[in-house]
């Protein structure tokens, strides 16, 4: 069975920053392309970053350039995301999600097949 755990969710000041990960177990984890995505309160939910399974080709919404780094470490099974530089704006739940083994990247909500519980971010103004 898949399962996807985030943790290192908050409350934080804008400014301030936050890393994110999530701890992956019952699939093939370093043949996995990693996603993050998030949700606003009452909004949709949207893509944030990717990065291959190899971790040699990273994607970031706008949004998020320069202030978020993806990373993964395939022999802990775990995918990060160092968030700097908060703003109110970030706020949301923020999900972790896999696509199948030896998938593309992809920024397609639709296109990955498992997903983590999520974990509250908070940045206060």
Request: glycine share 12%.
């Amino acid at each position: 069975q898949v399962q996807l755990v985030e943790s290192g969710g908050g409350l934080v000041q804008a400014g301030g920053s936050l890393r994110l990960s999530c701890a992956a177990s019952g699939l093939t984890f370093s043949r996995c392309p990693m996603g993050w995505f998030r949700q606003p309160p009452g909004k949709e939910r949207e893509f944030v970053a990717g990065i291959t399974w190899g971790g040699r080709a990273i994607y970031y919404v706008d949004a998020v350039k320069g202030r978020f780094t993806i990373s993964r470490d395939n022999a802990k099974s775990t995918v990060y995301l160092q968030m700097n530089s908060l703003k109110p704006e970030d706020t949301a739940i923020y999900y972790c999600a896999a696509r199948n083994t030896y998938d593309d990247l992809s920024i397609r909500e639709y296109e990955y097949n498992y997903w983590g519980r999520g974990t509250q971010v908070t940045v206060s103004s």
